[in-house]
């Protein structure tokens, strides 16, 4: 069965700093796609950043980046520069064939000012 | 371009009232899929459907949740004798078939069972 798990419920980073967030994840696909999603507190789910499984380049999209280890199928999520308004659930999912979302439990990211 | 659009936002109900919650997809979206929230939890998968079918709905409960998407109007999720254990959030996602890999996500409806 497709699992993804996220193991940091919470984490804590000070502003303009940097975090990572970790996901693993198990699919027996070999073509998939990974997300992560940011949900703020007004519950709107936002797509941050996403990875196709076949690309080996971890994909970028300005302050966040990945780093895609697909051997180990690990998916994490990394941060610069991190703002206040970053300050929201983090949420990995894996999409495969099977055209399901499968999504962690999420990471609460809080940012000190 | 109006994203996907769901409603009502917020839905209160008594035990063993229906809620029907509405979903709106993105111009030229033809999948709908419906994805509930637990609290402190990730979403999880309900239901797949395209226009006037139900593709797989193997993540909906057997009994009182139902799913349409008609071939006018919105994906209409029906949920019959509410009972606390449904309060949650609601998603819907769209997309505008399954070669594209990205679903459009709703707001959300909150569902409070009283």
């Known amino acids: 069965a497709q699992t993804v798990t996220q193991s940091q419920p919470e984490m804590s980073v000070q502003e303009a700093e940097t975090v990572t967030l970790s996901c693993t994840y198990d699919?027996?696909?070999?073509?998939?796609?990974l997300f992560w999603y940011k949900q703020p507190p007004s519950r709107q789910m936002i797509l941050v950043i996403r990875q196709e499984a076949y690309k080996q380049q971890n994909a970028t999209e300005n302050r966040f980046s990945v780093n895609f280890q697909k051997a180990a199928k690990s998916f994490s999520l990394k941060i610069s520069d991190s703002q206040l308004g970053d300050a929201a659930m983090y949420f990995c999912?894996?999409?495969?064939?099977?055209?399901?979302?499968?999504w962690g439990a999420g990471t609460k990211l809080i940012i000190k000012p | 371009n109006a994203g996907v659009m769901q409603n009502p936002r917020h839905l209160v109900r008594r035990r063993g009232q229906e809620a029907r919650l509405r979903c709106s997809p993105m111009?030229?979206?033809?999948?709908v899929y419906w994805y509930r929230q637990l609290p402190e939890e990730g979403l999880k998968f309900m239901v797949y459907l395209q226009k006037e079918n139900i593709i797989d709905e193997s993540g909906m409960p057997k009994e009182r949740f139902s799913a349409e998407f008609p071939k006018e109007g919105p994906s209409i999720l029906r949920i019959q004798q509410v009972v606390r254990g449904d309060s949650a959030a609601y998603f819907c996602a769209s997309s505008p078939g399954l070669e594209y890999n990205e679903q459009f996500f709703g707001p959300g409806t909150r569902l409070t069972v009283l």
């Open positions: 699919t027996s696909e070999s073509d998939y796609y």
């Open positions: 999912a894996c999409l495969d064939s099977n055209y399901q979302l499968i």
């Open positions: 111009k030229g979206h033809s999948h």
